[in-house]
């Protein structure tokens, strides 16, 4: 399968953006997907996830109550909409995918979880 991320960009501080991760090449519906991030100075750390069939999702603590995960699976995208944004959101945001049997299982959490990855969409927040 093959993913493509967008929708970032510059945002101020208490802002929001909505990243998508469209996928092509695969059965979508058979993927767990989860969402990345990296900036110069830090490891790739997880953010959320959300299992195949869209009913189970997980996310990092920074950024709990904060973003919010979801896909349709018949438009083969997934999303993260991301509110309350704070400088120290500041990266370069992957989307992931691999495949899973289990349609609630959405506790894959580390880089080595994942197969697939997204070309990555750069996201600034501003003080």
């Known amino acids: 399968v093959q993913l493509q991320a967008s929708g970032g960009g510059l945002v101020q501080a208490g802002g929001s953006l909505r990243l998508s991760c469209a996928a092509s090449g695969g059965t979508f519906s058979s993927y767990a997907v989860g969402w990345f991030r990296q900036d110069p100075k830090n490891e790739r750390e997880f953010v959320a996830a959300i299992g195949r069939s869209g009913r189970g999702t997980n996310y990092a603590g920074s950024v709990k109550e904060r973003f919010t995960i979801s896909r349709d699976n018949a438009k083969n995208t997934v999303w993260l909409q991301m509110n309350s944004l704070k400088p120290e959101d500041t990266a370069v945001y992957y989307c992931?995918?691999?495949?899973?049997?289990?349609?609630?299982?959405?506790?894959?959490?580390?880089?080595?979880?994942?197969?697939?990855w997204g070309q990555g969409t750069q996201v600034t927040v501003s003080s």
């Open positions: 992931a995918a691999r495949y899973t049997r289990y349609s609630n299982r959405y506790d894959y959490t580390g880089s080595d979880d994942y197969d697939y």
